[in-house]
């Protein structure tokens, strides 16, 4: 017989498969690259004289800093706990439990469906097209249909895992026919790491259209759970109806604003072109190696590549205390293994294990 407690929990939740972090996944080894972090992260001060105080719900300081930092107005930013909380506000603001749906292209993202399955809200998953498009009729025909209630269609670029980035007429031609009938979200999660591809220009066009950004992967700053949405003043206004009062806590705002200050941004720009430039180094490295089928696109802080035998890559670098992240059962990611650029050391580290494994 199951619990009784267990039995008081809603059925949905009792159903509920919880999203499979790196950091739940864990795993024991002395390098981490499963999770896209930065390999380190830079210092801050801390003003401890008003934390007797409930913060602001959208600290007025750093909206501004952030709004300055993407070049929109203030009334299009909201900030939240991670980008992961701006996908559960879209979902729970925007979809009738038990009648509407969201659509996503797989493989992408896990939080957009796990966002959608703890709230009662269908996923309908609709396979890409050539080197991971959009499949643009596919999709349209689905939003045309009424039956389907799709409310939120998102996308991922550059795509964790495939580093794939959204061409710009897709996305285009996608806003077109979800004018008013549904939004579009893009996640630029990973942006920062080759901006000239942001679709934030198009905010002003679009009113439909929705960027999520974060501070967690580029700004190295995973560990404060801060992220963004930009959006249209009236999208920005209903989702503070859905948010907690106070879900900033002030540490998280004095550290988020010292990240965007012209230090911070300073620093930020450094560690990027650092980052592209030991990635571009790794990959030219190991490229030819002969278990390698296929390396994906290299557009943000990880790279997804294609082995052999990727179950036995991914299993042997466990056995060396490396964590990588295994996308072997992911669809059209057969024998794939994402490895997060992490810093020389752990890169030069990887490369040798991967020359080693190629000799074998
Ligand atoms: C890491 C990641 C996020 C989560 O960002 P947080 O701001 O840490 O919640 C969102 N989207 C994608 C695609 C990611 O890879």
Redesign the pocket.
């Given at each position: 017989m199951t619990d009784p407690i267990i039995n008081l929990a809603t059925k949905r939740v009792r159903e509920l498969t919880p999203y499979l972090s790196a950091r739940r996944i864990g795993g024991r080894g002395h390098t981490f690259l499963n999770a896209?972090e930065a390999p380190k992260s830079a210092a801050y001060l801390l003003n401890s004289t008003t934390l007797n105080r409930y913060p602001e719900c959208q600290p007025p300081e750093l909206i501004e800093a952030y709004a300055n930092y993407a070049n929109v107005p203030l009334e299009n930013v909201l900030v939240s706990r991670?980008?992961?909380e701006s996908i559960g506000l879209l979902v729970r603001t925007f979809c009738e439990s038990g009648k509407d749906s969201i659509l996503i292209v797989p493989p992408t993202?896990g939080?957009y469906k796990i966002s959608a399955d703890t709230a009662g809200v269908n996923t309908i998953e609709v396979p890409p097209v050539g080197n991971f498009a959009p499949d643009v009729d596919a999709i349209k025909a689905l939003v045309e249909d009424a039956s389907k209630s799709i409310k939120i269609i998102f996308l991922?670029s550059p795509n964790?895992p495939t580093g794939t980035i959204l061409g710009r007429s897709t996305l285009e031609e996608i806003l077109a026919f979800t004018k008013d009938k549904c939004l579009v979200v893009v996640?630029e999660?990973y942006i920062e790491f080759c901006p000239e591809y942001t679709c934030v220009p198009l905010l002003a066009k679009y009113r439909n259209l929705v960027v999520t950004r974060?501070l967690?992967?580029a700004f190295a700053l995973?560990g404060i759970?801060c992220?963004f949405t930009l959006a249209d003043e009236e999208i920005i206004k209903l989702m503070l109806k859905v948010i907690d009062p106070y879900p900033i806590a002030d540490p998280v705002a004095q550290i988020a604003c010292q990240a965007l200050s012209k230090n911070g941004l300073i620093l930020l720009k450094e560690r990027i072109n650092e980052l592209n430039d030991r990635k571009a180094r790794f990959i030219a490295g190991v490229k030819d190696l002969s278990i390698i089928k296929e390396v994906f696109a290299d557009n943000a802080n990880y790279i997804l590549l294609r082995f052999t035998d990727g179950e036995k890559v991914f299993n042997e670098f466990v056995r060396r205390g490396i964590i990588l992240r295994d996308f072997n059962t992911k669809p059209l990611l057969k024998d794939s293994v994402r490895i997060t650029i992490g810093s020389e050391q752990e890169m030069e580290e990887v490369k040798n294990v991967l020359f080693e494994l190629a000799k074998a």
């Open positions: 896209n991670g980008s992961d993202y939080m991922c964790n996640d999660a974060t967690s992967k995973a759970r992220g």
